[in-house]
Nanobody, 123 residues
C-alpha cells in the first residue's frame, strides 16, 4: 500500500519560513526520484523542486531558486522542502511526488502522489 503524506503547511507571513515534510511508505523510497509540485487557484500545477534517489543532484523552478531547498533522508523515507523568504505568490497546495526513473525515462507506472498540504503566505 503506497502512501505519501505531506505535513508542515500552514499560514505564514511574507518573509517567513516553513518546512514541509513528505513521509513515504509502501515502495522502495531510496530508488525513487522525489519532487515537490504546487498548484495555486486558477493556475496549472508547476514543478517546485526535484531531488534524485541518491540525493546528490537537485533542480528548482526559477521562481524558487535561492529561497527553497529540497532534501531527503532515505533512512527515514522522508523528503523535505525548506521554504524561506516566502512571498504571497508562493501560496498554493504543495504536493509530494515519487517517480521511478530509468534509462528509458520517467516511469508511467511507478509514479505516486500525496494528498497535498496548503501553504498560505499572507499578512
Amino acid at each position: 500500500q503506497v502512501q505519501l503524506v505531506e505535513s508542515g503547511g500552514g499560514l505564514v507571513q511574507p518573509g517567513g519560513s516553513l518546512r514541509l515534510s513528505c513521509a513515504a511508505s509502501g515502495f522502495k523510497f531510496s530508488r525513487y526520484t522525489m519532487s515537490w509540485y504546487r498548484q495555486a487557484p486558477g493556475k496549472e500545477r508547476e514543478l517546485v523542486a526535484t531531488i534524485i534517489s541518491a540525493g546528490g543532484s537537485t533542480n528548482y523552478g526559477d521562481s524558487v531558486k535561492g529561497r527553497f531547498t529540497i532534501s531527503r533522508d532515505n533512512a527515514k523515507n522522508t523528503v523535505y522542502l525548506q521554504m524561506n523568504s516566502l512571498k504571497p505568490e508562493d501560496t498554493a497546495v504543495y504536493y509530494c511526488n515519487a517517480v521511478l526513473v530509468t534509462g528509458l525515462g520517467p516511469s508511467s507506472k511507478y509514479v505516486y502522489w500525496g494528498q497535498g498540504t496548503q501553504v498560505t503566505v499572507s499578512s
